[in-house]
Each structure stands twice: as C-alpha cells, then as structure tokens.
C-alpha cells in the first residue's frame, strides 16, 4: 500500500506549477469571456457588495462594531473582511463535488495528472480573493487611514484557510465522481458554515456557554485574527494560528492522499 509523505500533496504542485498556471489563466480568462464588462466585473463586484452591507447594515439595522480599543468600525467593512477570507474556501468547496465531472476530457488522458485541478481551482479563488482584498484595503485607508503594522501578518492568516481548501476540494471532487448529489449538499453546508463563523458578527457576540464547542470551528480564530490584524493592530495569538495552520494541513495532506487512492477509478465511472 502506498503512503503519501506530509509534503506530497506540495511537490506535486510545484512539479506541475507550469501546467496549474496555465489552466488557472485559461480558467480566469473564460469566467467573464461573453460578458459585456469582461474582467471589470472583478471589481465592480467589491463594490456592491461593500454598498450593500453598508446600506442594510449601516442604514437599515444601524449596526455598529465595537473593536478593542474602544473604536467603532464600519460594519460593512468588518463584515466584508470576514467574507472575503471566508469566500476563498466556500468558493472552491461549493465546485468541488462536479470539478472532474465538468473537466471529464482531462481524466480520459491518461498522463494527466487530474489532482493539479484541485491547485486550479484555488488559484482561480485567489485571483477574486486578491481583487476583494485590494477594495478592502482602498476602503479601509479611505475610512480609517493606513492599516496597522499587523497587517503584513494577513498572509500567515490565510495560509491555513489555504490548506483546508486545498484538503476539502480533493476530498469532495473525488466523493462527487459516484455521489452526484454532493454538490447542494455541500452548498448548504458551506452556507450554514459561513452562519457558524464570525462573518456577520464577532466572536463576543457568542454567549459564553456556547464559546467552548463554538471555537472548535477554525475559521473562527482566522477570521477574528484577519480583523484584528487589519483593523485593530492585534498580532495573530501564535499557539492558535499554529493549531489552525496544523490542522489544514493534515486536512490537505489527507485529502489529497484520499484522492490519488481513488483516482484509478474515475475513469470507469465518467
């Protein structure tokens, strides 16, 4: 029985970085090909959402977050912040469970290597993840001047989320090759995830009998890590990245070996 080392599901990136690189552009390029904007939507896209939050939240609910310090953020830009981290992985999981069956042509080849789809698809989230995070920091100097010197911890704060996405996408196109109806369920599970995380709301909002099974979701400690680190000039608590960073990891190692131990039969079933 063959058994994948921790760093596999890395290598295999890297070895096949060209070929990723090439299909992720190709990916990209045909998302918004035919529209009438075409790439503009990248950033149209921010745009709305961030007027919508601040309309029903600011407007309508009149809400307010209160930070650390005492401060008041936007609420449009707390809860956007939490959707742009958290969209990477909802975005790949929720095209996961039809990834091979929509890219079927790749698995009939017999030399390619169909696990790289997986690294596709998360760089195809990267890309709308970095247009998101770039509206983010304009609005947030815009509103709230220069970020705090713990914004350059952000990337460290997304490496994790990195490696959950990468774990769960394999996991999930493999599983969607024999269960066709994975794919709503998988949708409703990330939505109510996204409910069970810190997005629309911060973590003190949780009532304290609750805080202990509440916390055992990761993103909770990303996302509340990713506000604090942009808004509040926090530094992310080591021991807790570390732990989240660590479990991504053997989520990504785990789904990637799970996938390559089914892979021989995918062609059988497509």
Not at 26 to 40: D, H, T, W
Not at 64 to 93: I, N, P, T, Y
Not at 202 to 227: D, K, L, T
């Amino acid at each position: 029985m063959h058994v994948y080392h921790p760093l596999s599901f890395l290598t295999t990136g890297w070895s096949h970085r060209r070929l990723i690189l090439r299909l992720a552009r190709r990916k990209i390029e045909a998302r918004y090909r035919g529209s009438m904007l075409g790439s503009l939507w990248t950033l149209i896209q921010p745009l709305l959402l961030l007027s919508v939050y601040s309309f029903v939240f600011g407007s309508i609910f009149n809400s307010r977050w209160k930070l650390h310090d005492g401060r008041e953020a936007q609420f449009a830009l707390a809860v956007f912040a939490g959707m742009v981290l958290f969209s990477v992985f909802s975005d790949c999981v929720n095209e996961a469970p039809g990834l091979l069956i929509s890219n079927q042509i790749y698995i009939k080849q017999v030399r390619f290597p169909i696990e790289v789809l997986a690294w596709v698809n998360l760089l195809g989230a990267l890309f709308a993840f970095a247009i998101n995070l770039g509206m983010l920091l304009l609005f947030v100097l815009l509103y709230r001047g220069l970020p705090p010197p713990t914004a350059v911890a952000l990337p460290a704060l997304l490496a994790p989320v990195l490696l959950l996405t990468l774990g769960v996408t394999w996991m999930l196109s493999s599983a969607g090759v024999f269960l066709r109806d994975l794919s709503p369920i998988a949708t409703v599970a990330t939505t109510a995830l996204m409910f069970l995380s810190p997005v629309f709301y911060p973590f003190v909002r949780i009532p304290e009998q609750f805080r202990p099974y509440y916390a055992v979701n990761p993103f909770v400690s990303i996302i509340e890590g990713f506000r604090g680190a942009l808004f509040e000039g926090l530094w992310p608590e080591p021991r807790t990245l570390l732990f989240a960073t660590l479990a991504g990891w053997g989520v990504a190692w785990l789904g990637y070996a799970a996938f390559m131990k089914t892979k021989r039969g995918f062609a059988d079933v497509l």
